[in-house]
């Protein structure tokens, strides 16, 4: 049983690459693959992961997430290797030469273009995607992936590519199900909402916000600091509810309501003054110009983020 790491280092949508062309009798040789190799006596998978990315690149990774473990299981190895899977968005140093081959950043969506192994669309997939850890059991005969799984159940490498979304599950009630332009104009005129996500030890964290909507991506703001904001840079998948008109029923012992719930991406804006302006239009809409004034004041200090909207749905019961 051999032991790896194996590190995609990711910034601006692109993805460190190293393309294997420099060893002889290499098993990747002329594959694009990420940063990593074989542990050393004593290692764990982060002491393994950070010193093969400074022997491969210069680089020191400042983060790591500890993703899932490969089984990688090939006709042309004399044993099973299992790789354990990482991924780092934060570095300090300068790129320097590989002796494996030849280092480049590649965007995420040019990858498949490139050779590589079959499985590795299903794992950077689930990446991508910032799935919970998983075990993902690729088995080869030659260069050909004869069979993928994923926590134990078979899957098709076809099914996972870049920017892909995962299938959400349909509303059980049918009837109560908003279309999507319903579900768009709650968001649209609601006062505030809930927003989704997981704190530091587990738990599901539920944060009431102020928000603004632009048709596409929903705007917030927060400290730079605290559980927030550690929560959604640990993990940007989110859900955000937002509920109106609600009526009790007492003698049908429920409650009228129309709600929609939106799942995304947390990202950080390159621009924050665009969120912040929606946010002043929004709530301060006869107070413009002193909401410009107060933006350049307190922008320094003002963590504003950005919703990518993968899906939404809306819910109407009278």
């Not at 995609?8 to 190799?37: A, F, P």
């Not at 004034?293 to 109407?316: M, Q």
Request: charged letters at 30%; a negative charge.
């Amino acid at each position: 049983m051999l032991n790896t790491s194996l590190c995609y280092i990711e910034q601006n949508g692109s993805y460190l690459l190293l393309h294997r062309v420099k060893k002889q009798n290499d098993i990747n040789h002329d594959k694009w693959i990420g940063i990593g190799g074989k542990f050393e006596e004593g290692e764990s998978p982060e002491d393994c992961v950070r010193r093969e990315a400074r022997e491969e690149t210069g680089l020191e990774l400042l983060d790591l997430k500890y993703c899932g473990i490969v089984t990688f299981v090939s006709d042309g190895m004399n044993e099973v290797e299992f790789m354990h899977l990482f991924r780092a968005t934060k570095f300090s140093g300068e790129l320097k030469e590989c002796d494996e081959g030849v280092l480049e950043w590649i965007p995420k969506e040019k990858f498949a273009e490139l050779p590589h192994w079959d499985g590795d669309r299903i794992f950077l997939t689930l990446i991508d995607r910032e799935v919970p850890f998983f075990s993902l059991k690729l088995t080869y005969r030659g260069n050909t992936l004869t069979e993928a799984l994923l926590n134990e159940k078979p899957v098709q490498a076809s099914d996972f590519a870049y920017g892909s979304l995962p299938e959400f599950p349909p509303m059980r009630r049918h009837e109560r199900e908003l279309s999507r332009e319903d579900a768009m104009e709650i968001l649209t005129q609601n006062e505030y909402g809930i927003l989704a996500t997981e704190n530091s030890i587990g738990y599901p964290y539920g944060i009431p916000l102020s928000y603004a909507f632009d048709g596409e991506h929903i705007w917030f703001h927060g400290a730079k600091a605290g559980e927030k904001f550690n929560a959604i840079t640990r993990n940007s998948r989110v859900s955000f509810t937002v509920v109106r008109n609600t009526k009790i029923h007492p003698e049908k012992f429920s409650t009228a309501f129309e709600s929609c719930i939106v799942f995304g991406r947390v990202r950080i804006p390159k621009d924050p003054k665009i969120g912040l302006r929606l946010l002043v239009k929004k709530y301060s809409p006869e107070f413009q110009e002193a909401g410009d004034a107060y933006i350049e004041r307190a922008l320094h200090k003002t963590g504003v983020f950005r919703i990518d909207i993968e899906h939404i749905s809306g819910k109407k019961h009278e």
